[in-house]
């Protein structure tokens, strides 16, 4: 007749073992997930494990699978844990059960760098070497813009920086963005100025810039991770695509003249590396819910700013 072992005879320990368990007797027996708890013989079957029998001889057992000792012998985990079993007792070896900690992409380096990897992706190929975006779009190779259609653009998104820069002065939620020197605003109102003294005419904000500034105040007062999400984004893509784009529409219709909008006093990198280390600190107090949130609203600040560069073309 089998022998049966019951429950309180079986003990469980977590098997991390850096190499393989070598040398084992051919009575080793692995054990997996199955349903009863049952020893016969040299055969066991325990809640949440089936066996597997290695054939005679020496044998080499995968790194980290659980092992199975039978009565009298000894069992070596990683060179280390030494168990002796006795009275056909059974040790049973078990992975870990406690899920690893999930890690987000960009997140060992700060939030910052968390915001910037999704951003990419939301670019197309010829945009950026991680852009995933299909986009039926105009490339930028192949835009032919006008000045009325350029104006329209610096106009809109004046009213964007104007909106952005007047809350980060007044609304204390977000002082520590108060003149971090990337501000656009003064720039593009002597640019704007510069285009007058040549004898265009000025238009009115439209509804890109204007509905896109309204959506600003409101998430300013009651969604603090969404502002500063549209923040990041309109700063910091300003910065690298969008001086790509000023320098491209200054060799086709300004002669090559470049725009303040597109220059900045002092040293770029550290201007931006400054409101980097800001966001990231703000951040910490975040939790991972209100992180998500942030960069789950992305996709629209991309969606904004893309209103507004389309007038370039119209």
């Not at 656009?184 to 509905?211: C, M, V, Y």
Request: glycine letters at 6%; hydrophobic letters at 35%; proline letters at 5%.
């Amino acid at each position: 007749m089998p022998e049966t072992i019951s429950l309180h005879h079986v003990t469980f320990f977590s098997l991390h073992a850096s190499e393989p368990t070598r040398n084992l007797r051919s009575r080793t027996l692995l054990l997996k997930r199955n349903p009863k708890f049952l020893v016969s013989g040299l055969s066991l079957i325990g809640h949440g494990f089936e066996h597997k029998r290695l054939a005679s001889g020496n044998r080499l057992l995968p790194e980290r699978k659980p092992i199975l000792w039978p009565s009298g012998g000894s069992m070596l985990v990683g060179g280390v844990t030494k168990e002796k079993l006795k009275n056909r007792d059974v040790t049973v070896a078990s992975m870990a059960t406690e899920k690893p900690k999930k890690r987000y992409p960009g997140e060992a380096k700060g939030f910052v760098e968390e915001m910037r990897f999704v951003a990419m992706k939301l670019h197309t190929p010829d945009q950026a070497k991680e852009g995933e975006k299909v986009s039926d779009e105009q490339p930028m190779a192949k835009w032919q813009p006008t000045i009325e259609g350029y104006l329209k653009f610096l106009v809109d998104s004046k009213v964007v920086f104007d909106t952005l820069e007047r809350i980060v002065q007044t609304a204390p939620a977000y002082s520590e963005f108060k003149d971090t020197g990337l501000e656009r605003s003064e720039n593009l109102a002597k640019d704007l100025e510069w285009f007058r003294s040549q004898g265009h005419t000025i238009p009115e904000p439209s509804g890109p810039g204007t509905t896109y500034a309204a959506y600003l105040e409101e998430i300013s007062e009651n969604d603090p991770q969404s502002f500063i999400c549209h923040f990041y984004n309109t700063y910091f893509a300003h910065s690298a695509g969008g001086r790509m784009i000023g320098r491209k529409v200054s060799e086709m219709i300004l002669d090559n003249k470049l725009l303040d909008f597109y220059k900045w006093n002092g040293d770029l990198p550290k201007l931006l590396q400054n409101v980097r280390d800001k966001i990231n600190k703000l951040a910490e107090s975040w939790t991972r819910e209100e992180k998500d949130h942030c960069l789950a609203e992305t996709e629209k600040s991309f969606q904004y700013s893309g209103k507004i560069l389309r007038l370039i073309l119209s």
